[in-house]
T-cell receptor
């Protein structure tokens, strides 16, 4: 079954702290893709990153970094030196490739990150 | 560049009334289109997706329906709203190809059923 688990419902940190958002997935596919999206208070989902199952290299983009570990089926997201503007709900998602070009995503329940000044 | 529009942004409707949410995409052809719902628990649930005009797939049985009358238009409807239909509805599009393309979301429509 395709499933994404984000066990952390809410996290609160003080500005400049580092924070890691956890994501654990289950999939029947040997090839799959993982995503992170950010949902600020305005509501629109903003794409952050897509990784495929063959690329386990960690990725860094500015203050954001992602750790993909196939052995533990995890795709964790770390924000370094958090800022108030990072406050949002963050979603991890897994591709559902069954059926070819339907391109569906299975989302986790999200983690609400509150960064206090 | 591609843009996606959703309207209305906010809607308050009585139980039993009809619903129509509209989504259009500009700057692309033959997109895949999706309707997701985000209920109070924040999870995103896929309601419908479409890979072409008139082709609608439903993910969960419910009180809602979807239609795609034109290539870049996707409509979410209900004949009689229930209280449980309240939520935040997000339309999204992606390139139509095998693989896992990025979904780009609209700004959402917040529906409150009273």
């Amino acid at each position: 079954a395709q499933k994404v688990t984000q066990a952390q419902t809410e996290i609160s940190v003080v500005e400049k702290e580092d924070v890691t958002l956890d994501c654990v997935y289950e999939t029947r596919d040997t090839t799959y893709y993982l995503f992170w999206y950010k949902q600020p208070p305005s509501g629109e989902l903003v794409f952050l990153i897509r990784r495929n199952s063959f690329d386990e290299q960690n990725e860094i983009s500015g203050r954001y970094s992602w750790n993909f570990q196939k052995s533990t089926s995890s795709f964790n997201f770390t924000i370094t030196a958090s800022q108030v503007v990072d406050s949002a709900v963050y979603f991890c998602a897994l591709s559902d490739l069954y059926g070819g070009a339907t391109n569906k995503l299975i989302f986790g329940t999200g983690t609400l990150l509150a960064v206090q000044p | 560049s591609q843009t996606i529009h959703q309207w209305p942004a906010t809607l308050v409707q009585p139980v039993g009334s009809p619903l129509s949410l509209e989504c259009t995409v500009e700057g692309t052809s033959n997109p895949n289109l999706y309707w997701y719902r985000q209920a109070a628990g924040r999870g995103l649930q896929l309601l419908f997706y479409s890979v072409g005009i008139g082709q609608i797939s439903s993910e969960v049985p419910q009180n809602l329906s979807a239609s795609r009358p034109q290539d870049r238009q996707f409509i979410l409807s209900s004949k009689k709203l229930l209280l449980s239909d309240s939520g935040f509805y997000l339309c999204a599009w992606s390139v139509r190809s095998i693989g896992a393309n990025v979904l780009t979301f609209g700004a959402g429509s917040r529906l409150t059923v009273l």
